[in-house]
């Protein structure tokens, strides 16, 4: 556990943190473990055990968390350390537990909460968001071997040793545990702009198997061909769009000399006018100054 002499003991965020790396001390789940640095109570290391029956099963993922002053009323920032075909690596990933997301963050969730929401996005589509990657299958599976004999260069904890195999059993499996747990985050695993505004075209990664670690972003047939479309149909309004002006200056052109025709006409009657008011107003003065005068 982290040293605690140089921390305000009185910090909520404090008080919390320390809570819960004594409750995380004593949880013997086999599915994911964490604690602070040694130096630093905000900066946490965790393993997590790949989901069962999907294509990371058997593999050890280390990552780290790092919780704002402002824990546990603001969000921690979550990133991969160890290659996962999921997740960009030591890039902050954008989740609904995430800093990128404050408007989903409970209070009441936890470092426990964070473990359990990552296990479960482990097996979603990135679709395109902030640090998320979508290996092949096969991929994933060559990096979940790659993954147990992993080492962090910062903590130097071994990802098998710091969550070795079950070979009792005697723990559930961990797809049971994200599903039925009572402390999993109650929200879909797909933000609510996405449900409403689905994302047809992925930004997804894919690489071929001897080049899993140095990847490189690539677009897919069906990408090209609706960017495309899109672009045929932006072609097309703007062309309908710049007839449509042609036309009005067309049209204006034809109206201009029928207006300046008019124009004349009006000038003409409103100095007839003028000139009749005022010959009728010097024709009454001259005619009081006569009554006058006579």
């Known amino acids: 556990m982290a040293n605690t002499m140089s921390y305000n003991m009185r910090s909520p965020a404090v008080k919390r943190l320390l809570q819960e790396a004594r409750e995380l001390q004593q949880d013997k789940c086999n599915d994911y473990t964490a604690q602070p640095l040694e130096d630093n109570l905000f900066e946490w290391h965790f393993v997590i055990r790949g989901p069962d029956g999907t294509e990371f099963e058997g593999g050890r993922y280390h990552g780290r968390i790092l919780?704002?002053?402002?824990?546990?009323?603001?969000?921690?920032?979550?990133?991969?350390?160890t290659p996962n075909g999921r997740f960009e690596l030591n890039k902050k990933i954008c989740l609904s537990i995430t800093g990128y997301h404050p408007e989903y963050w409970l209070p009441a969730w936890g470092i426990r909460t964070v473990l359990l929401g990552l296990l479960g996005f482990m097996t979603t589509k990135s679709n395109g968001a902030i640090g998320g990657i979508d290996y092949t299958e096969s991929e994933?599976?060559?990096?979940?071997?790659?993954?147990?004999?992993?080492?962090?260069?910062?903590?130097e904890l071994n990802n098998i040793e710091t969550l070795p195999d079950d070979n009792n059993n005697n723990n559930n499996n961990n797809n049971n545990i994200v599903k039925n747990d009572p402390d999993m985050p109650q929200f879909?695993?797909?933000?609510?702009?996405?449900?409403?505004?689905?994302?047809i075209a992925n930004s997804s990664k894919s690489v071929?198997?001897?080049?899993?670690?140095?990847?490189?972003?690539?677009?897919?047939?069906?990408?090209?061909?609706?960017?495309?479309?899109?672009?045929?149909?932006q072609h097309h309004h703007h062309q309908h769009h710049n007839q449509n002006q042609h036309q009005n200056q067309h049209q204006n052109q034809h109206h201009n000399p029928?207006?300046?025709?008019?124009?004349?006409?009006?000038?003409?009657?409103?100095?007839?006018?003028?000139?009749?008011?005022?010959?009728?107003?010097?024709?009454?003065?001259?005619?009081?100054?006569t009554r006058k005068f006579s």
């Not at 879909?188 to 994302?199: A, D, R």
């Not at 198997?209 to 960017?227: F, G, Y």
């Not at 008019?262 to 009454?284: E, H, K, M, R």
Request: hydrophobic letters at 30%; one cysteine or more.
């Open 67 to 81: 919780l704002p002053s402002e824990y546990p009323f603001k969000p921690p920032n979550l990133m991969l350390m």
């Open 140 to 155: 994933r599976k060559i990096l979940a071997q790659r993954s147990r004999n992993w080492k962090c260069p910062t903590c």
């Open 188 to 199: 879909s695993f797909v933000y609510e702009e996405q449900q409403k505004n689905p994302i």
């Open 208 to 233: 071929n198997s001897t080049e899993i670690i140095n990847s490189e972003n690539t677009t897919s047939s069906d990408e090209q061909q609706q960017h495309h479309h899109q672009q045929q149909q």
């Open 258 to 289: 029928q207006q300046q025709q008019q124009n004349p006409t009006l000038s003409q009657v409103s100095i007839y006018f003028i000139d009749a008011g005022i010959f009728i107003l010097v024709s009454i003065v001259i005619a009081l100054l």
